[in-house]
């Protein structure tokens, strides 16, 4: 070091050394050391993506991005990206984009200008020439007919056909393809079923039925007390928002009042013009709360059979009637009917018929008047002031239809296997006999004629009531099946 | 001469000099985003956090009291070609000594893993930040132990439970649980306990000890020490006839996948293959930051049942569940 000192015999060389010093000094303090890594810059290329329709979603070079239209994918890398849109029931689009740093590329497809997008529909019906509404708007054409250039998605198609029910259906249509909307429509012009699934009706298991002097019909169920049906709107009356007594109906009468009389499984409800009048064994002399029958007679009583014993109450005053035998201590009453001489008939579930002049008992059993079973489900009286009675099958014998002409009994059976008589019906000329496999219509030649699910449009089978309004319809309950209309004159 | 050597003196002392600097220990902040997600394989409803690092300005951590977390971003799990958006989040914290505001969090109610299935997640800061990672499910585990295992075995002195996988990289977790019912009172408390591997002395007090989480794909458990659990459910309570036992104990493994493995695996420090040898103990999946995201999958194991006779010679009742 000193010999090269020595060498340097200028100022200026001097000058040069020191300022070789300082610079190695500034170099010699340098560090290269850093304890985390760089920050990797943010890029700053945005993509804004808008389709017709909306809701696609957004792929980038083929991966999902969990955007959908109109949607903007942020913070991506400058260069080409390979944007496909997807969206159910279209076809994929697929294109290339560039992106550049710190701008925005807005992209918009417009699936609607490819014709290959859009898809089409073939409308049929049986019948024919039903009318169509696609999506509510109704369309010119009449079954069957095809529209092309629909946008995919989902419609809903509803046909309709003077005297047969609308049917609805909902219905997927995809780019280039053709869907088929076909509907059987159901022909109204003599049946019209009301059930849970095709109406505003609340319940399907229903055990009676009866008109008032307006035509309203009223409904008794086994789970929501009675409905009553105005031919355009159902009203329930249940236990939580009237007061009825129970939502088990047994039975339904109306009387000159146009009040309703409802039998349920707890005790009376009578309904005048929206208000409630409850009778039980407990707040009334009610004899028993099982209300089985409710008829009136031409003074305006009433006639109320329980499953122990009955009563005729006129609007104030009970009296209550029984009878016992050597075989039984008290009367299970299942239905009432007056002749035209003012007798009262008494079905019952154990001992046969009674018949009551308002003195005497008469007795009618099977074993001794040879009809079919003790065991009586209904009564009626028809117009020649002959007794009906429906019998309950037994584990030893058939159920059955017995008339009973004031001499003797007449036995029927209606062609079923079990002949389970629920209910009899007579009105005008006509005999109405409910049965769980269906049921049957006599005429005044007592020609039969049996309706089931087999050969009518009837719901179900297990019918519980019918009646009879004054547009010459007929109004038949079924347990399970909700409500049937048969119109007796097709208009 | 003399002034150039004096010169050349001075130059030397100014470069030791001017390279001396103060130490800081601290080092340079720079802050950085901590994702975590642990996607559960019997569930639908996977939760996420994220947070950031801060800085106190001294050497306790708990000093901060301004919350981490971080709200605005946007966190997305994408499953083979579905993707799913987490929603934000927050629930009111049991702990309130560091941080008082509610803890914040992402979840969402609709994914759930299944086995050998790529896995992603990303999260969006509202800065344009994108924290990513991808993992694999593990795959599902069949039990070796093909006919209903009996406690206590015949002949044998161990309970061995064993499964097979297709994945490699795998660690487990196994807990082996009873459920029984004590009365207390007047009324029936159930508990459900898990039954440790070993017992070891530490000065005189006998202290449980369980299975570690490890690669080993077996289990076995000393019947002794099975015995010795059972009985000391009820120590001190002369009255055994309170205590009625479930006759089908338990096995849960629960399964990690490759990157939870790791997870773990660093964490514990533990030398294998598995290790990821760090300078400092912050392994992470997760690009662009700092965490892990993981899946886990519980297999049970229930044909196993205790003779009744066995449970009955400790005075306890059995419960044919």
């Known amino acids: 070091m000193m010999k090269l000192i020595m060498k340097l015999q200028s100022k200026s060389n001097i000058r040069v050394l020191l300022v070789m010093l300082i610079f190695l000094i500034y170099l010699g303090c340098e560090k290269e050391i850093s304890t985390t890594a760089p920050d990797e810059e943010i890029p700053q290329g945005f993509l ?33 990206y390979k944007l496909s849109l997807k969206k159910k029931y279209l076809r994929d689009t697929t294109i290339s984009v560039t992106l550049t740093d710190f701008d925005t590329s807005k992209v918009f497809i417009d699936y609607l200008q490819n014709p290959m997008m859009l898809g089409k529909i073939t409308f049929n019906s049986s019948p024919a020439n039903a009318s169509v509404y696609l999506n509510d708007s109704l369309l010119a054409n009449k079954t069957p007919f095809t529209i092309a250039g629909l946008t995919p998605g989902k419609y809903n198609v509803r046909f309709k056909i003077y005297n047969h029910r609308d049917s ?26 009301y059930q849970i699934a095709n109406s505003e009706i609340q319940s399907n298991i229903l055990t009676c039925v ?72 407990n707040n009334s002399d009610l004899p028993n709360d099982n209300v089985n029958s409710i008829i009136f007679d031409v003074n305006g009583n009433a006639w109320i059979g329980t499953n122990n014993g009955f009563s005729k109450f006129d609007g104030s005053t009970w009296q209550n009637y029984n009878y016992a035998s050597s075989s039984f201590e008290y009367l299970w009453v299942t239905d009432l009917a007056l002749d035209q001489s003012g007798n009262l008939w008494i079905g019952s579930n154990n001992f046969g018929i009674l018949k009551f002049d308002g003195n005497y008992f008469t007795e009618f059993q099977e074993s001794a008047y040879n009809f079919l079973t003790n065991r ?33 009994f007449t036995n029927l059976y209606l062609g ?14 006509f005999k109405w006999i409910s049965t769980n496999e269906g049921f049957s ?35 038949i309950t079924t347990l399970g099946g909700g409500l049937n209309k048969y119109k007796m004159v097709t208009k | 001469m003399n002034k150039i050597v004096l010169l050349i003196s001075l130059i030397l002392c100014l470069f030791i000099i001017s390279c001396e600097e103060n130490f800081n220990p ?33 050497f306790n951590p708990f000093d901060n009291t301004t919350d981490p977390s971080i709200q605005d971003a946007e966190i997305r799990i994408w499953l083979a070609d579905s993707v799913y958006l987490l ?235």
């Open chain 1, 416 to 429: 079923t296997t079990n002949n389970k008589i629920n209910n009899i019906f007579i009105s005008q000329q």
């Open chain 2, 87 to 321: 929603i934000d989040s927050t629930i009111e914290r049991g702990d309130t000594s560091q941080y008082i505001t509610p803890f914040k969090f992402y979840y969402t109610d609709k994914v759930k893993p299944v086995s050998n299935k790529v896995m992603e997640i990303e999260a969006l800061l509202s800065s344009g930040k994108r924290l990513t990672a991808v993992t694999v499910t593990p795959s599902d585990i069949t039990f070796n132990n093909g006919n209903p295992t009996v406690i206590p075995p015949v002949d044998e002195n161990y309970l061995n439970f064993s499964w097979r996988s297709q994945s490699v990289y795998t660690f487990y977790d196994i807990r082996f649980m009873i459920t029984y019912f004590k009365n207390e009172n007047g009324r029936s408390i159930k508990y459900k306990k898990e039954i440790p591997i070993a017992y070891n002395t530490h000065g005189g007090i006998e202290e449980p000890i369980f299975p570690s989480s490890g690669r080993s794909s077996s289990v076995s458990y000393p019947m002794e020490t099975v015995t010795k659990f059972l009985q000391s459910i009820s120590e001190g309570d002369e009255n055994k006839s309170n205590y009625s036992i479930e006759i089908k104990p338990l096995i849960e493994v629960l399964v990690m996948d490759e990157s939870l493995s790791r997870y773990y695996s660093s964490t514990n420090q533990a030398l294998n293959d598995l290790t990821v040898r760090l300078d400092e103990n912050d392994y992470t999946n997760i690009d662009g930051g700092l965490g892990i995201f993981g899946t886990y999958m519980t297999k049970k194991y229930t044909s196993i049942s205790f003779v009744a006779s066995y449970i009955q010679s400790f005075g306890y009742n059995v419960i044919y569940n």
């Open chain 1, 376 to 408: 009586i489900t209904s009564l009626d009286v028809d117009n020649l002031d002959r007794l009906w009675v429906g019998q309950q099958l037994t584990s030893q014998s058939r159920g059955g239809l017995s008339i009973y002409n004031g001499a003797a």
């Open chain 1, 210 to 281: 009866t008109v008032d002097n307006n035509n309203v019909k009223w409904i008794g169920t086994s789970n929501i007390g009675i409905i009553s049906f105005n031919e355009n709107q159902f009203i329930n009356f249940n236990t939580s928002n009237s007061l009825i007594l129970s939502s088990y109906v047994n039975c339904l009468a109306v009387n000159n009042d146009n009040s309703v009389w409802i039998g349920t499984n707890n005790g009376l409800s009578i309904l005048i013009n929206g208000t409630w009048t409850n009778f039980t064994h």
């Open chain 1, 441 to 475: 219509m006599y005429d005044e030649n007592n020609s039969n004629t049996f309706f089931s699910t087999n050969n009518s449009y009837l719901s179900n089978n297990n019918v519980t009531g019918i009646a009879h309004d004054k547009n010459n319809n007929l109004w």
């Open chain 1, 48 to 80: 804004y993506v808008e389709s017709q329709p909306l809701g696609s979603t957004i792929y980038l070079n083929d991966k999902n991005t969990g955007r959908i239209t109109p949607g903007l994918v942020p913070y991506l890398e400058s260069g080409n």
């Open chain 1, 168 to 193: 609805e259906i909902p219905l997927i249509v995809e780019s280039n393809k053709n869907s088929t909307a076909y509907s059987v429509l159901r022909d109204t012009a003599q049946w019209v079923d």
């Open chain 2, 26 to 58: 601290f080092g340079d902040y720079k802050e950085r985003y901590v994702l975590t997600c642990l996607l559960d394989g019997n569930s639908n409803y996977q939760v996420a956090t994220l947070s950031k690092s801060y800085f106190t300005g001294t």
